[in-house]
């Protein structure tokens, strides 16, 4: 049975979210040998095309974040494999996510696409469920080629970032590839995906006013049982709010979103509950193992306003989603 923590304060947790460094602990592993991760059987070696691993390290534990990073000797040539439960979204959104997150970095001065984003079939599996692409930044010291790749194993997202000096954009997407067959991954299906097209039309919304909030009686309606998640066969990308912290909507439903705040599965689902005679809109931060819940709301609120709920210490309740129940 997972927990459930009614609080005063839930903001630091909240605000983790859109924090732009999440914490970083070790990750223990031994040396020279792989390293399999517990909850999805996922096998990692110690060297990746002959690059050694170089450091691992835990987001979320107990490896419920996680990240494996690989490099040459001279540093030209690097390879990173993050593995992070599936709470909410699907692949295309959080590839776009991560897509995102590579042209905003001020190092790579808003790299140019080398190659535009594409599908592909990841190693055991039968469809095309997979993102890639790759970025050709311009006049960047030591980095020709940078690319991403993002499947779904079961409940968990896998996510590979490499950097080449030397590779080209289109060789960068192969080697890829290649690096992807080095891993075990375990059989299993997933659906083809493709990459997020633009929302139309796009959201619209009341006037966004505090008194949208709920009286207080009412302020701890909307806490979700860990099992519901919001659920959409395809995206699409209403808008961008800021930076990384951009709103999607599950087959272009016109009332409920999720404000992703981040590429590594953290994201706010806003949706409408209850009936009728007795509706509201809840606003959950979705994380990697719990729930947060804010104030519920009377109407759909803007992305903007969930979240200043989010600053303004708004929140009433924590589910703790990890063990799963």
């Known amino acids: ?17 859109a924090a732009p460094v999440a914490a970083q ?24 095309d002959e690059l050694p691993r170089v450091r691992s390290t835990s987001f979320t534990a107990p490896e419920l974040d996680v990240s494996q990073s690989f490099a040459s ?37 808003d790299p140019p696409l080398g190659v535009a984003p594409v599908v592909f079939t990841p190693p055991g599996q039968s469809a095309a469920s997979g993102i890639k692409a790759v ?25 590979l970032r490499a950097n080449s000096a030397t590779l080209t954009p289109s060789d960068m997407s192969d080697w890829m590839e290649g690096v992807l067959t080095e891993l075990t991954l375990p059989r299993g299906t997933a659906p083809a995906v493709r990459p997020v097209a633009d929302c139309a039309p796009k959201l619209s919304f009341e006037a966004d006013t505090a008194d949208s909030t ?7 309606v909307g806490v979700r049982t860990p099992a519901t998640r919001m659920v ?37 689902a806003v949706e409408p509950q209850g009936t009728s005679d007795a509706s509201y809109y809840s606003a959950n931060l979705i994380g990697t193992n719990r729930t947060i819940t804010l104030v519920a709301q009377a109407r ?6 969930i979240l200043d709920l989010a600053a303004g210490e708004r929140a009433v309740a924590a589910i703790e989603t990890w063990p799963t129940p």
């Open 300 to 305: 759909m609120p803007t992305p903007q306003r």
């Open 232 to 268: 959409g066969t395809r995206w699409c990308l209403d808008h961008v709010v800021r930076g990384n912290q951009a709103v999607y909507r599950p087959d272009g439903a016109p009332d409920r979103y999720l404000l992703a705040t981040g590429d590594n599965g953290k994201a706010f």
């Open 25 to 48: 602990d070790v990750l223990p592993v031994v040396d020279g040998q792989p390293w399999t991760h517990a909850h999805s059987g996922i096998v990692i070696p110690a060297a990746l």
């Open 73 to 109: 000797g001279d540093g030209r040539d690097s390879i990173t494999v993050y593995i992070f439960r599936n709470t909410n979204g699907a692949v295309p959104l959080w590839f776009a996510q991560s897509q995102r997150a590579i042209s905003l970095r001020t190092d790579l001065q």
């Open 214 to 220: 709920l009286p207080d009686a009412s302020l701890t």
């Open 135 to 159: 970025f050709a930044p311009k006049g960047i010291d030591g980095i020709r080629s940078t690319g991403i790749a993002l499947f779904a194993v079961g409940d968990w997202y896998v996510k």
């Open 1 to 17: 049975m997972a927990s459930i923590c009614y609080c005063a304060t839930l903001v630091a947790v909240t605000l983790a979210a």
